[in-house]
């Protein structure tokens, strides 16, 4: 009852689980989020994802998913706004040494739509699959009721693409990176904050499920693999730790 009672005050009872009888490694939640119906996105088809890319919001392990999307949607001006929250899945999970509750993975953006997470000037080469995907005009972006056109500004000056095109995001919800002057909620440098055994068990059955419905997912990154930022703090340490628990439930990943 007291588990029950504390996911009701964090989360609230409107959520669904999305169950395939194929995925059989993790149940994923569903939930309905506000989006900003004036905000531009693209959309592309699931064979161009070969990467998942782990994260953590910076922010308490206490937040819930829908207030990651409500702070997503606040980053967003009239010139710019943004759609939704820019994750694909939200962990939510507390930090290694609590007790309850334990991790569960909530979907976050659609996976059909690219995500707003690896950062808007990393790009990465394209495989033969996924240029001729994009050569065939099948990533295309656009308003919600609008048109949806090819944008050329996916592409740099190489012909490399925008790596949110090619990667789903997975954040984990936590400050896993150090007290700073621009983290003042981080952690102090005497008592590091990792995440737990479950929370790695958790990212590993996601990551296999992911690759056992989408085979093209070959690779796990994390954010400051694209460029400098402090993200995912703690969590790039055990990068090795979730491939290899992946590998015991049947993935390879590079």
Same mark, same amino acid.
């Given at each position: 009852?007291?588990?029950l009672?504390?996911c009701?005050?964090? $989360? =609230?009872?409107?959520?669904?689980?999305?169950?395939?009888?194929?995925d059989?490694?993790?149940?994923?939640h %569903?939930?309905?989020?506000p989006?900003?119906?004036?905000?531009?996105?693209?959309?592309?088809?699931?064979?161009?994802?070969?990467?998942?890319?782990?994260?953590? #919001?910076?922010? !308490?392990?206490?937040? /819930? !998913? *829908?207030?990651?999307?409500?702070?997503?949607?606040?980053?967003g001006?009239?010139?710019?706004?943004?759609?939704?929250v820019?994750y694909?899945?939200?962990?939510?999970?507390? &930090? +290694?040494?609590? @007790?309850?509750?334990? !991790?569960?993975?909530?979907?976050? @953006?659609?996976?059909?739509?690219?995500?707003?997470?690896?950062?808007? *000037?990393?790009?990465?080469p394209?495989? /033969?699959?996924? %240029?001729?995907m994009?050569?065939?005009?099948?990533? #295309?972006?656009?308003?919600?009721?609008?048109? $949806?056109?090819?944008?050329? +500004?996916?592409?740099?000056?190489? =012909?490399?693409i925008?790596?949110?095109v #090619?990667?789903?995001?997975v954040?984990?919800?936590?400050? &896993?990176?150090?007290?700073s002057?621009?983290?003042?909620?981080?952690?102090? !440098? @005497?008592?590091?904050?990792?995440?737990?055994?479950?929370?790695?068990?958790?990212?590993?059955?996601? /990551?296999? *499920?992911?690759? +056992?419905?989408?085979?093209?997912? +070959?690779?796990?990154?994390?954010?400051?693999?694209?460029?400098?930022?402090?993200?995912p703090? #703690?969590? %790039?340490?055990?990068?090795?730790?979730?491939?290899?628990?992946? %590998?015991? &439930?049947?993935?390879?990943f590079?």
């Amino acid at each position: 009852m007291r588990i029950l009672l504390l996911c009701l005050i964090i $989360f =609230g009872p409107a959520f669904s689980v999305a169950q395939d009888p194929a995925d059989d490694l993790i149940e994923i939640h %569903k939930l309905d989020y506000p989006r900003n119906a004036h905000a531009s996105y693209c959309k592309r088809p699931l064979e161009m994802i070969d990467t998942i890319v782990f994260h953590h #919001t910076e922010t !308490p392990s206490t937040d /819930s !998913p *829908q207030r990651i999307n409500q702070m997503h949607l606040n980053r967003g001006t009239p010139q710019d706004p943004w759609l939704m929250v820019a994750y694909t899945y939200q962990v939510s999970t507390p &930090y +290694k040494g609590a @007790r309850l509750p334990l !991790p569960r993975i909530f979907e976050g @953006r659609p996976i059909d739509i690219v995500g707003a997470h690896a950062g808007s *000037q990393a790009f990465v080469p394209m495989d /033969s699959e996924q %240029k001729r995907m994009w050569d065939e005009g099948m990533i #295309t972006c656009g308003v919600e009721g609008g048109n $949806f056109n090819v944008d050329p +500004k996916q592409l740099d000056g190489r =012909g490399f693409i925008k790596a949110n095109v #090619t990667t789903i995001g997975v954040d984990v919800i936590g400050n &896993y990176a150090v007290m700073s002057r621009a983290n003042p909620d981080g952690y102090s !440098p @005497r008592k590091v904050r990792n995440p737990s055994e479950d929370t790695l068990d958790m990212l590993a059955r996601l /990551s296999c *499920q992911l690759q +056992k419905k989408h085979p093209r997912i +070959k690779n796990i990154r994390w954010h400051n693999f694209y460029h400098t930022t402090t993200c995912p703090g #703690t969590i %790039k340490n055990y990068i090795a730790t979730i491939r290899t628990l992946a %590998k015991g &439930y049947g993935c390879a990943f590079n």
